[in-house]
Nanobody, 114 residues
Framework: QVQLVESGGGLVQTGGSLRLSCAAS????????MNWYRQAPGKSRELVAT???????YYADSVKGRFTISRDNAKNTVYLQMNSLKSEDTAVYYC????????WGQGTQVTVSS
């Protein structure tokens, strides 16, 4: 049974930082591309950041330079370090594991207030 469990969301002021974590089980973590998506109210889900099994990374333009994705294969965990947060970063953040199939976590709420 595949499980992706996100943690680390919460309420933070504009300009603050949060680190999201996603612990995976039931998959060969090191072989999966790991993604962070987000969905704001009334908007479609969007890709925020990707880290491949090769450790190559990709970022959406809106978060480039502020967010950093990383992975620890020994802990089966992917992280999203979010700095200089803005109100428009407010969303539910989802972890996704992708190889031949795609798996999703339950999401964690990030709220950035001014």
């Amino acid at each position: 049974q595949v499980q992706l469990v996100e943690s680390g969301g919460g309420l933070v002021q504009t300009g603050g930082s949060l680190r999201l974590s996603c612990a995976a089980s039931g998959i060969i973590f090191s072989l999966h591309a790991m993604n962070w998506y987000r969905q704001a109210p009334g908007k479609s889900r969007e890709l925020v950041a990707t880290i491949l099994s090769s450790y190559n990374t990709y970022y959406a333009d809106s978060v480039k330079g502020r967010f950093t994705i990383s992975r620890d294969n020994a802990k089966n965990t992917v992280y999203l370090q979010m700095n200089s947060l803005k109100s428009e970063d407010t969303a539910v953040y989802y972890c996704n594991a992708n190889r031949y199939d795609s798996y999703w976590g339950q999401g964690t709420q990030v709220t950035v207030s001014s």
